[in-house]
């Protein structure tokens, strides 16, 4: 089982970033997928998650209408679109699948927002 994410890096103040978390060793398509993060000195918290068929999608307040979640469940991939960045959104970006009563993280993905 392993989830694998990619695409974190370096970018400007309202620059734009896509997240990839790779998913391999169970069954994707059957598992909720979510994005977390955590910024240095605090705690890991919630950013986005789809159902299992993408057909739904929520998002934390402090993300909505600048980032977007989607699946693609023939690659086993979920991805996170990040525009209008924010130094705020500075962190390590994980990703999350739950097909219950099970669940896996992947070991994170680093975002800085500087200029």
């Known amino acids: 089982v392993q989830l694998v994410e990619s695409g974190g890096g370096l970018v400007q103040p309202g620059g734009s970033l896509r997240l990839s978390c790779a998913a391999s060793?169970?069954?994707?398509?059957?598992?909720?997928a979510s994005w977390y993060r955590q910024a240095p000195g605090k705690e890991r918290e919630w950013v986005a998650s789809?159902?299992?068929?993408?057909?739904?999608?929520d998002y934390a307040d402090s993300v909505k209408g600048r980032f977007t979640i989607s699946r693609d469940n023939a690659k086993n991939t979920v991805y996170l679109q990040m525009n209008s960045l924010k130094p705020g959104d500075t962190a390590v970006y994980y990703c999350?699948?739950?097909?219950?009563?099970?669940?896996?993280w992947g070991p994170g993905t680093q975002v800085t927002v500087s200029s």
């Open positions: 999350k699948a739950v097909r219950f009563p099970r669940s896996y």
């Open positions: 060793g169970f069954t994707f398509s059957s598992s909720r």
């Open positions: 789809i159902s299992e068929a993408g057909g739904s999608a």
